[in-house]
């Protein structure tokens, strides 16, 4: 069974940094794609940025030039490098494999992300 399990959210200023991790189980991770996602209240679920397995990047414009993916295949871990934060970056980060429908695994809970002004 795969399981998804996101950390290190929190309350920054704008501006501000945060580094999320997302731990894997249950699957072949190194040759997974991987991706993160977010979620702001009211609004659908979004893919942000992407990594292949074997490592090329891909961000949406939202946040191309602030964050950064990366990927260590050892620790079946995905990070996210998220700096200069802005108010709008607030929501719920999920990682997991893009697929046409979304994410190919069952999604876990999600770390919560709060930029303020």
């Known amino acids: 069974q795969v399981q998804l399990v996101e950390s290190g959210g929190g309350l920054v200023q704008a501006g501000g940094s945060l580094r999320l991790s997302c731990a894997s189980s249950?699957?072949?991770?190194?040759?997974?794609?991987m991706g993160w996602y977010r979620q702001a209240p009211g609004k659908q679920r979004e893919l942000v940025a992407r990594?292949?397995?074997?490592?090329?990047?891909n961000y949406a414009d939202s946040v191309k030039d602030r964050f950064v993916i990366s990927r260590d295949n050892a620790k079946n871990t995905v990070y996210l490098q998220m700096n200069s934060l802005k108010p709008e970056d607030t929501a719920v980060y999920y990682c997991?494999?893009?697929?046409?429908?979304?994410?190919?695994?069952?999604w876990g809970q999600g770390t919560q992300v709060t930029v303020s002004s």
């Open positions: 990594i292949t397995h074997r490592g090329i990047t």
């Open positions: 997991n494999a893009p697929v046409s429908s979304g994410g190919a695994w069952p």
């Open positions: 249950g699957m072949i991770f190194s040759l997974n794609d």
